[in-house]
């Protein structure tokens, strides 16, 4: 088993940033890749990012790309998000997700992972 802890919500003003954390435990060395998913107001949930554990191979979805950067680091078991520039369609809650299997979509579906976060709520006014 995997156990996440998502933390660095918040609430924002457009245009301004914040970090997203994620702690991971338990059988760690199982992890394949990680990603960032959310669930705005009324909204399914959907992929926002995720890196491979091995090598730090990274995705996006086209909604982040250029303002969003998802990192980790092994050391700390420890995945993080980076937004930028930050818009109010970005409000929602946001999970980390870890998966130990090989993910032939690429880590963009909720069926890919078998570990999720508890959420953490960012909050973007206009």
């Known amino acids: 088993q995997v156990q996440l802890v998502e933390s660095g919500g918040g609430l924002v003003q457009a245009g301004g940033s914040l970090r997203l954390s994620c702690a991971a435990s338990?059988?760690?060395?199982?992890?394949?890749?990680m990603g960032w998913f959310r669930q705005g107001p009324g909204k399914e949930r959907e992929f926002v990012s995720r890196i491979r554990w091995s090598d730090g191979r990274t995705y996006y979805a086209e909604s982040v790309q250029g303002r969003f950067t998802i990192s980790r680091n092994n050391t700390k078991n420890t995945l993080y998000l980076q937004m930028d520039s930050l818009r109010p369609e970005d409000t929602a809650v946001y999970y980390c997700?870890?998966?130990?299997?090989?993910?032939?979509?690429?880590?963009?579906?909720?069926?890919?992972?078998?570990?999720w976060g508890q959420g953490t709520q960012a909050t973007v006014s206009s």
């Open positions: 338990g059988r760690t060395f199982s992890i394949y890749a």
């Open positions: 997700a870890a998966g130990a299997r090989y993910q032939s979509s690429g880590g963009r579906y909720r069926r890919e992972y078998g570990y």
